[in-house]
């Protein structure tokens, strides 16, 4: 009998017992074991190729896919469940996926599919469209929110009177870098927001996207003012550090507007997150805003968008009001969320190519008097075309800079460009290959940096040796130990390594542990374990009584304690010092006890970066190719570095095939938009 039919006819217990041993090796989540019972448990009758697929389903969810496309499964079985896992040699794998479906054909599993009431009862938890089984919960998110955003694609807004000649005021010059003419893409990008409710603008780091929402803010606020009364405008980030990044870069920019300081005083100047926008309500999913009690809101920015997940993005819309224009902000290139969905990759998708209508590109033309003249724009007459933005100069990666250079040709999935880049060399760019541990280069990057101490980039000791030689005396009062726990901080925020996996000898895990034994070796750490001072922790888990945000860092520092009564021994204890998320450049300073949801930071995965940014950024790829190794990976790591980035390679070629690989996250978001 072929596998195919053996599968077929398995005994329900044959297949939990082949779940159940995907669960101990950890390819599999409890979760989604648990699940496949329950659904076997509703309907008996239930083919276990339809309970097999809920289980792979729901394990895709984790791994960031809405759905599960049963011919991809079927191309890549083994991919499906993220194998190799990580830290794990994919010789020494039993029972793997492509074993238990070989010979399984598409038709064969989509018949074993139908007629069960897990698809076709009413309110049924599962959906089948096409290839592709859906969770119904996550079908309705995708629903919910390619029908939204189709009715904001159709309301078109009034554009602010005088668009022209505001414009023309908040954009006086034309754009020259490099001693050449180009479009203005920032203003381009205003002028079409202005006239919609809902607006993607899109770019890599350095286009300026925060520079062109606060004119855009400046456009519409000044407008309605002279209309008679001001708009309610909100800025908002999904992360707690993009939402602190974007404070602290608007409020000098809102200052230098040509608009009157009573314009300038209605822009916002801080951020908010998504969960406290929505007002999240404690164990829950739900949000105190919703369909029912939107909003209270004309304008709403979110920035970072790239990071929200298919559940946030429907509850966003659903509780704004349909006059409102959301305005989103991201680089489509990053990572997506880690959470299901991709929704600003899967909706700027042709973004390079225009697509404009002659219609709106008359408009825009005529509005601004940028031309749009490029050959590599394509006309196009999809809806969602005529409200997306791509930025593309980039003011911080010029043409000289090695960063951009090879940002670019990851991007392009252009591995021997990419390697050319690196073997030319650049003052920012630099290369260590290691073979086997090979602990005293690594060592040397991670602790020292690649030059002398101030001079080029730094590693990790650079903190621990300010944190050392500029501790304040004993009779210093708190004025001068917030200061030095403030350079501290900016020391530490020079260097980062970044990883791509949690696991094995190449990941946060083993690399943290690594990294803080070589300190201690070279006494720049009393010990390497629990709580000590020069300790770096992350947050990953918003915790509001604090006021901390997934994805803040702070430094673990001894602090003296205020005395009990006058003349007593001043006591010094470890505090944990973040800095607060307002962009005031003021700290707070919290207990090692209240904090539970930490972990120490001197590697992070690249996925917790986003949102971050490092003068010197660092990325070490594993010795195996994963799942998670794709050019997005790789070129969010690049875009990290402010000024000098790192490439560590324990492995030949590793690279080359991670920057020819791509997310492929399956969702049907845009095929429901356009159908």
Known sequence: MSNELSLALRERADLFDLLEAWSERGWLRELDRALARFLAELDPGASPLLILAAALASHQLGQGHVCLDLAATLAHPDFTLSLPPEGEDPEEATLLPSQVLAGLSLETWLAACRGSALLEAEGAPLVLSGPCLYLRRYWDYERRVAGNIAKRL???????????????TLFPEPLVLEGERLTDWQKLACALAARGRFTLITGGPGTGKTTTVVRLLALLQEAAMAAGAPLRLSLA????KAAARLTESIGGQVASLPVAEAVRAQIPSKVTTLHRLLGSRPDSRHFRHDAGNPLPLDVLVVDEASMIDLEMMANLLDALPAHSRLILLGDKDQLASVEAGAVLGDLCREAETGGYSEATRAWLEARTGEPLADPSLLPGDQPLAQHIVMLRHSRRFGSGSGIGRLARAVNRADAQGARSTLAAGSEDLHVLRLSGEQDRALERLLLSGLGEAGAGPQGYAHYLELMQAERPGQGEDLQAWDGWAGRVLAAFDQFQLLCAVRKGPWGV?????????????????????????GRPVLVTRNDYSLGLMNGDIGITLRLPEPPEFPGATVRQVLRVVFPRNDGSGALRHILPSRLGAVETVFAMTVHKSQGSEFAHCALILPDNLNPVLTKELVYTGITRARRWFSLVET????????VQRRVERRSGLREALEG
């Open 509 to 533: 895990e083993g690399l943290n542990e690594r990294i803080a034994q070589a300190l201690q070796r070279r006494g720049l750490l009393e010990q390497d374990h629990g709580w000590y001072e």
């Open 154 to 168: 159709q309301a078109i807004a009034d554009a602010p009177a005088e668009l022209s000649s505001r414009l023309a």
């Open 237 to 240: 980030a999904p992360t707690g």
């Open 651 to 658: 492995r030949a070629g590793i690279f080359e095939q991670a």
